[in-house]
Structures are given as C-alpha cells and as structure tokens.
C-alpha cells in the first residue's frame, strides 16, 4: 500500500514525487517510457531558473530522477492499462498485470504535441524542428522560419517568434484562419510576416547532421508544389493530451480531453489530483510543470492527514 502514486514522470510527476517523499510519503511513480517526459527530446533548455547558461534538458531529467529517488520515491517503468479511483483504497494496474494499491493518485502524463506527419519532421526535432516557440525562439535571431498552423496558439506564436527571426513564413491549409479576429489583424499587419494560404507542409528536409534548411509546400487546390527555404520549421497544429487510459475513470475532462483541476491540483474525485500539461491550463513550460506537481504533492499530504 502507497501513500500516493504518480502516474508519469516528466518535470511535474518528478517533483511531485520529490515533494511526496521529501514528506515522507510512500511513494511510487510510474513511467511509461523513460523519466523526462518532453525535455528528455530538448537540446537547450535556455528559460528553467537557475541555469545563466541554459541546460541540457536530458541532463536536466536525469538530475530530477536522481533528487526524486534521493528522497526515497520509488520509480517503476511499465504502462496503465487501467484504474480503479473510487474509494479511499485506490488501484493501479499495469499492462503486465502487476497491480499497485494506494490512498491517493497523482495523474501527470502529460501531453504530446499534434505532429504533422510529413517525411523529415521527427528526423529534424532538435535541429530546427519545434513545437515551443517560447523554448527555442532566442535561436533564431535574424533568421528565416517557418509556422505551421492556423489557430490562436500559432498566430501568437508566430508573432511571437518576430522577435527574433528575419521573416516568418505562416502556412496554414485552409484559405482564412480559425484564430481569434484581433490576432488576424494583428498577423495581417506585421511586416515580417508572410502568410501561405491553402498550403500543407509535404515534406522537411536539411543537413542530416545539421538543420532544417528547406520545406517541400503543396498547394491544396491547384496541386502545385514549391519550396521554401527556412532555417526552423515551428508546429502548432494542436496537442494531444494524454488521457486515453483514464476512459471510464470518473474523472471530469474537459472538450479538448485535459483534466479538470483546481487551483489546489484536485480533480472530480475524491484523493486523485492532476499536474503538468495533462490539466487544463493557460500555460505549458517546464516551470509551471514543477509548479504544478509541488502543490499537488502537498495537496495530497493534506489529504491523507485529513
């Protein structure tokens, strides 16, 4: 029997789990993969505190993992096939079978970007491709890139990233946007920018050892095909949380299938909390993941010791 279980462990599920233990807590957490979540994929984390100099985002896992297991968090790799969170004695069980019982239940697996699917993007995550304008902007200064999407997250994004580059290209496949009318006027007025309408990306290329140096365009209703030479291709076509194995848990999401929480990180049920980017929230950095997943440790202790 635990006294909490945290089902994933990027940034917030680790720091729940080093605020739990360091509580004295029993505690386990389950990861599907490997600890790290996003940031284990991430060069140069360059906006986490306390690193002037930026920091490895896989160095920077591995030192979360290692404080968490310090503190005495035991750590298990296997993936949730289902959940019992109904009554004051909580199950989880794995796909292997292996079932774990607790008094509460932290849930932060987080949520994985909507990619685009084409030739060349996942070979160039890291050396041009990204999916957070916020983390990889400052490296692009004067440079040439382009925004997929037509949203509000990529029109923001996309004025966002004039900060830096010489010239961003906006392509999005519909002939208008779906994004609020103020950031269209704002997108339409913004002389670094140039919008692609009716345009899909069909292919990513570029220095295999290098970067993104080139994306392969089609237009949706002529058929014609161009190229567009761009230094970082920036993805906002949606995210996926990830919530699919929590089907028939009780737990109260919303439209777009993040968890809905609290200011104190509780969800629907009694003894179960969520963090991270698997709750629905204004903001996805690693830093508001920590924030997330200490008050949720807390959240928990509280509820234990009442």
Same mark, same amino acid.
């Given at each position: 029997?635990?006294?909490?279980?945290?089902?994933?462990?990027?940034?917030?599920?680790?720091?729940?789990?080093?605020?739990?233990?360091?509580?004295? *807590?029993?505690?386990?957490?389950?990861?599907?993969?490997?600890?790290?979540?996003?940031?284990?994929?991430?060069?140069?984390?360059?906006?986490?505190?306390?690193?002037?100099?930026?920091?490895?985002?896989?160095?920077?896992?591995?030192?979360?993992?290692?404080?968490?297991?310090?503190?005495?968090?035991?750590?298990?790799?296997?993936?949730?096939?289902? *959940?019992?969170?109904?009554?004051? !004695?909580?199950?989880?069980? *794995?796909?292997?079978?292996?079932?774990?019982?607790?008094? !509460?239940?932290?849930?932060?697996?987080?949520?994985?970007?909507?990619?685009?699917?084409?030739?060349?993007?996942?070979?160039?995550?890291?050396?041009?491709?990204?999916?957070?304008?916020?983390?990889?902007?400052?490296?692009?200064?004067?440079?040439?890139?382009?925004?997929?999407?037509?949203?509000?997250?990529? *029109?923001?994004?996309?004025?966002?990233? !004039?900060?830096?580059?010489?010239?961003?290209?906006?392509?999005?496949?519909?002939?208008?946007?779906?994004?609020?009318?103020?950031?269209?006027?704002?997108?339409?007025?913004?002389?670094?920018?140039?919008?692609?309408?009716?345009?899909?990306?069909?292919?990513?290329?570029?220095?295999?050892?290098?970067?993104?140096?080139?994306?392969?365009?089609?237009?949706?209703?002529?058929?014609?095909?161009?190229?567009?030479?761009?230094?970082?291709?920036?993805?906002?076509?949606?995210?996926?949380?990830?919530?699919?194995?929590?089907?028939?848990?009780?737990?109260?999401?919303?439209?777009?299938?993040?968890?809905? !929480?609290?200011?104190?990180?509780?969800?629907?049920?009694?003894?179960?909390?969520?963090?991270?980017?698997?709750?629905?929230?204004?903001?996805?950095?690693?830093?508001?993941?920590?924030?997330?997943?200490?008050?949720?440790?807390?959240?928990?202790?509280?509820?234990?010791?009442?």
């Amino acid at each position: 029997m635990f006294d909490v279980i945290i089902i994933g462990g990027g940034p917030s599920g680790m720091t729940a789990a080093i605020y739990a233990s360091r509580a004295r *807590l029993k505690t386990l957490l389950i990861e599907k993969a490997g600890c790290g979540g996003q940031i284990a994929i991430t060069d140069h984390l360059e906006n986490y505190p306390g690193f002037e100099e930026g920091i490895n985002g896989f160095e920077l896992a591995v030192k979360m993992e290692k404080q968490a297991r310090t503190f005495g968090a035991e750590i298990v790799y296997g993936e949730v096939s289902s *959940l019992q969170l109904t009554g004051e !004695t909580k199950k989880v069980v *794995l796909a292997n079978n292996k079932e774990y019982e607790t008094k !509460t239940v932290i849930i932060a697996s987080g949520a994985n970007f909507r990619k685009l699917g084409c030739p060349g993007e996942q070979e160039f995550i890291g050396k041009g491709v990204s999916y957070c304008a916020t983390c990889d902007g400052p490296f692009f200064r004067n440079k040439e890139i382009a925004v997929v999407g037509g949203g509000d997250s990529a *029109l923001q994004e996309a004025l966002y990233l !004039t900060k830096f580059a010489s010239k961003v290209n906006l392509i999005h496949r519909r002939n208008e946007f779906r994004a609020a009318k103020i950031l269209q006027e704002k997108v339409l007025a913004e002389s670094k920018i140039n919008v692609i309408y009716d345009s899909v990306v069909e292919e990513i290329s570029g220095n295999p050892v290098g970067s993104v140096e080139n994306v392969k365009l089609r237009n949706v209703k002529t058929g014609e095909i161009s190229q567009l030479a761009v230094n970082g291709v920036f993805v906002f076509v949606g995210w996926l949380p990830n919530t699919a194995f929590l089907k028939d848990s009780g737990i109260k999401l919303n439209d777009a299938g993040y968890i809905v !929480t609290d200011d104190n990180m509780k969800t629907s049920l009694e003894g179960v909390f969520a963090c991270g980017d698997v709750r629905e929230k204004i903001l996805r950095q690693v830093v508001t993941a920590c924030g997330d997943g200490a008050v949720a440790a807390i959240s928990a202790q509280h509820y234990l010791e009442s």
